[in-house]
């Protein structure tokens, strides 16, 4: 089954600058792959899925990358806020009707 | 419009006792379910998955039990507890398709389990 990587426990940035988090995974590329935000004590909430055709989507202030090559997949949050603090998992498809999810990256914007 | 209800929000429960946690979905039909655990700081483990009433899918063996007795309601069930039993569970529900198709995962509010 997949294995799925996240680049590192916590980021910290400060407020207006670009966050980029990264998802990298092992075995075969997913037909998509999600990006789900999650505050603390609450479940995740859905961001962005990216298909393995695209290489590119947005929405809003955030930016998702998918590189099969390097079995990669690159989150970005542009002009960054307080607000924006949360930690942030990645989701492939793993099997069936099933998933798997990175550990998350914890970002912190500091004002 | 689709929602989840998880209950309870926490629950504390000495060692060697029961559990019950439920899970129901409104606003759709035929949804996959699933239970997963986080523990502190850590990612989701998925426990269980159901893509219909009594068909249940086990990802980890472990003390755990789940059940689906209707369509739209999911029930994770534990005859005796165990203090690694402690976590944060959540309930997710998503469209049923084939590989491929996007297929969003919708989580409860979660349930903070404490074993003592």
Redesign the interface.
């Known amino acids: 089954s997949q294995k799925i990587e996240q680049n590192s426990?916590a980021l910290n940035i400060q407020e207006g600058k670009t966050a980029t988090l990264t998802c990298n995974y092992t075995n075969y590329s997913p037909?998509?792959l999600?990006w789900?935000r999650q505050d603390p004590?609450?479940?995740?909430?859905?961001l962005l899925?990216i298909r393995e055709n695209e290489k590119e989507k947005r929405k809003e202030r955030l930016k998702v990358t998918f590189d099969t090559t390097l079995k990669q997949s690159l989150f970005h949050i542009t002009a960054s806020q307080p607000a924006d603090s949360a930690t942030y998992?990645c989701?492939l498809?793993n099997?069936?009707?099933?998933?798997?999810?990175?550990?998350?990256t914890r970002l912190s914007v500091l004002p | 419009s689709q929602t989840i209800h998880q209950w309870p929000a926490t629950l504390v429960q000495p060692v060697g006792s029961p559990l019950s946690l439920e899970c129901t979905v409104e606003g759709t039909s035929n949804p996959?379910l699933?239970w997963?655990r986080q523990a502190a700081?850590?990612?989701?483990q998925?426990l269980f998955?159901s893509?219909g009433i009594g068909q249940i899918s086990s990802?980890v063996p472990q003390n755990l039990s789940a059940s689906r007795p209707q369509d739209r309601q999911f029930i994770l069930s534990s005859k005796k507890l165990l203090l690694s039993d402690s976590g944060?569970y959540?309930c997710?529900w998503?469209t049923?398709?084939l590989?491929?198709i996007?297929?969003?995962?919708?989580?409860?509010?979660?349930t903070?389990l404490s074993v003592l």
């Open positions: 426990e037909a998509y999600q789900y004590g609450r479940g995740p909430v859905f899925l998992l989701a498809p099997y069936g009707q099933n998933f798997v999810f990175g550990p998350g | 996959n699933y997963y700081g850590r990612g989701l998925l998955y893509v990802e944060f959540l997710a998503s049923q398709g590989a491929g996007k297929n969003i995962q919708y989580f409860g509010a979660g903070r």
